[in-house]
């Protein structure tokens, strides 16, 4: 099985800086595609920035946030700048896993949550 783990999270004022972590854990043979997403109150989970061979940014965040990875780590981070309140939301980790040496199947894991919360 394979775990993914956020961190970073937390309350800061609009126009703030938080960095966010991922860690991928347990049964990780190798990590494809990594990305973030979030899901406000009332509102459909969201892509916010997918990694595979570069970095696809939505509109709403292009130019203050930026996405990076360690692959040695099997983890992954998004350093938010320039924080709106806007921004408010759970984020979650995905990565796309192949768990064996012996298969080429992937799948996806999803991370538990973590809360952003930019004040006015």
């Known amino acids: 099985q394979v775990q993914l783990v956020e961190s970073g999270g937390g309350l800061v004022q609009a126009g703030g800086t938080l960095t966010l972590s991922c860690a991928a854990s347990?049964?990780?043979?190798?990590?494809?595609?990594m990305g973030w997403y979030r899901q406000s109150p009332g509102k459909e989970r969201e892509l916010v920035v997918i990694?595979?061979?570069?970095?696809k940014y939505a509109d709403f965040v292009k130019g203050r946030f930026t996405m990076s990875r360690d692959h040695a780590k099997n983890a992954a981070y998004l350093q938010m700048n320039s924080l709106k309140p806007e921004d408010t939301a759970v984020y979650y980790c995905?990565?796309?896993?192949?768990?064996?040496?012996?298969?080429?199947?992937?799948?996806?894991?999803w991370g538990q949550g973590t809360q952003v919360t930019v004040s006015s």
């Open positions: 347990g049964s990780v043979y190798g990590i494809s595609d």
């Open positions: 995905k990565a796309r896993v192949r768990t064996h040496w012996s298969t080429l199947d992937t799948y996806e894991f």
């Open positions: 990694s595979t061979r570069g970095e």
